[in-house]
């Protein structure tokens, strides 16, 4: 009998009409396909089984996840991430479309009869115990937001702040040429916002989604605002309240759990919505924005920073990533930009602002990802090898989708008007982000720490990444 990887690489070519720029190595140690190409390594028949159940992203993710696909130690996720993302960007690749159907059609036949003699054709392998469990109730009810928000956020604080910094920012951080550190960018960012909300002391500053607080602990700290947070990430909330209280500000922060559609105080003079807009969904999305404007004093700004895709081509519809939506962000949808800052308008804003972070993001997903690698056993140790495993491969593939614009970030700066019109923004752009003080501190305290002894010992197998 053949090797099995020269049979797997025979049949998938046949399938998909194209080479493959990958290399195999089966469960017999045999290897094929292009020399110096990035290789996959099939530990056992089930990964087979997976794909074959379910060809494309969703199999390769659950072959991954649980461990029966990995990568050969001289390749990098990255590069193998790259392959991927082109091979499905193919002509021919995108008629097939990758469902079972073409794998037991005519096109399949070859590819089926193979997975036959090498064994691997059997009952369908059950999914990665971190597969989100699919979500019950109306789409975007408060009780299904709270499920679907648990499952991305409340998976540990430690495991965050592992893979996010210090800083314990979970958004796009913002490059300077002062910042040296993930730490300064994301400070950066942090006083990009309160200079485009034009933060001045004794201001009340709402933010929706508001993390772990850092956004308002900086606002707070050095623009002397008054801030009320809301999260329903019960976790997320336990840790900000206790930040805000070892910060001595207890008596000018409040953090709550509370959902965006239940905040009953108003006006705030500027709202803040930091990541958070990408959970509410298209079809609620003229709510979440009208509920914003209501919120917000007349003359007040929001700065609304929200990761975006590209339109669809004529006669495409929209198709979330399933491993996006099964393992990362449940019930999550992005939205062309221009998409927002319509519905923006229609809830009665004034757009006046709207800047691109996209490489910026690529930049800080690759510092993420550095993160994790260098405490492996630690994220481990903290929620298990599978959900590592996912956040590896979500972090990296998100950071090349950045890269290579296929999604992209945007801070859109919008303004309720007073009743004759007036924006309160001066003249120009340079005035605006100019008005208001910048933050305090020693620029050395924020410099990354040295990795710890050790943390080059992993079980990844593959080679580590490079930022």
Request: charged share 25%; with cysteine; proline share 7%.
């Amino acid at each position: 009998m053949a090797e099995v990887a020269t049979q797997l690489i025979g049949a998938v070519e046949g399938l998909l009409g194209v080479r493959l720029p990958l290399r195999i190595q089966g469960w017999d140690g045999s290897v094929a396909g292009p020399p110096g190409a990035p290789t996959l390594v099939l530990r056992s028949r089930r990964a087979a089984r997976r794909l074959l159940w379910q060809p494309g992203e969703l199999g390769l993710a659950r072959a991954y996840v649980s461990g029966d696909l990995e990568l050969a130690p001289d390749t990098d996720l990255y590069e193998v991430l790259s392959v991927v993302a082109e091979l499905a960007e193919h002509p021919r690749i995108r008629q097939l479309d990758l469902g079972v159907t073409d794998v037991f059609g005519p096109h399949g036949r070859e590819l089926l009869a193979t997975l036959v003699r090498i064994g691997a054709v059997g009952p369908q392998p059950a999914p990665p115990p971190e597969e989100a469990v699919r979500p019950r109730g109306r789409l975007h009810s408060r009780r299904r937001d709270r499920a679907a928000i648990s499952h991305h956020y409340d998976v540990g604080n430690d495991f965050y702040r592992l893979v996010l910094g210090s800083s314990m920012v979970y958004s796009c951080a913002y490059w300077t040429p002062e910042a040296k550190s993930l730490e300064d960018a994301q400070e950066a960012k942090l006083d990009l916002i309160c200079r485009k909300l034009g933060l001045r002391p004794g201001m009340r500053l709402l933010d929706v989604g508001c993390g772990w607080g850092s956004l308002v602990l900086h606002a707070a700290r050095h623009y002397g605002v008054t801030a009320v947070g809301v999260s329903i990430s019960v976790e997320q909330v336990e840790l900000a309240r206790g930040r805000v209280a070892e910060a001595g500000l207890g008596d000018r922060i409040e953090i709550r759990l509370q959902d965006y559609r239940e905040v009953p105080d108003g006006p705030f003079d500027a709202i803040s919505s930091v990541g958070m807009a990408e959970h509410v969904g298209s079809a609620q999305y003229l709510t979440y924005a009208t509920g914003l404007y209501g919120l917000l004093a007349p003359g007040g700004r929001l700065l609304n920073h929200q990761i975006a895709r590209r339109p669809e081509l004529p006669g495409e519809r929209y198709r979330p990533s399933p491993f996006i939506d099964r393992y990362v962000f449940p019930d999550g949808e992005l939205s062309p930009v221009g998409s927002t800052v319509g519905l923006l308008e229609d809830a009665g804003f004034e757009v006046r602002d709207v800047e691109s972070l996209r490489e910026h993001y690529g930049l800080t997903l690759r510092e993420w990802v550095a993160n994790l690698e260098a405490h492996w056993p630690e994220a481990v140790r903290l929620v298990g090898r599978g959900r590592a495993r996912v956040w590896r491969l979500y972090m990296a593939a998100s950071a090349l989708a950045f890269e290579q614009n296929r999604i992209g970030i945007n801070q859109v700066l919008a303004v309720r008007t007073t009743s004759v019109g007036r924006s309160g923004l001066p003249a120009t752009r340079g005035q605006w982000l100019a008005a208001a003080p910048g933050p305090a501190g020693d620029p050395e305290l924020h410099r990354s720490a040295p990795a710890p002894e050790g943390a080059a010992d992993t079980d990844l197998g593959d080679r580590r990444s490079v930022r």
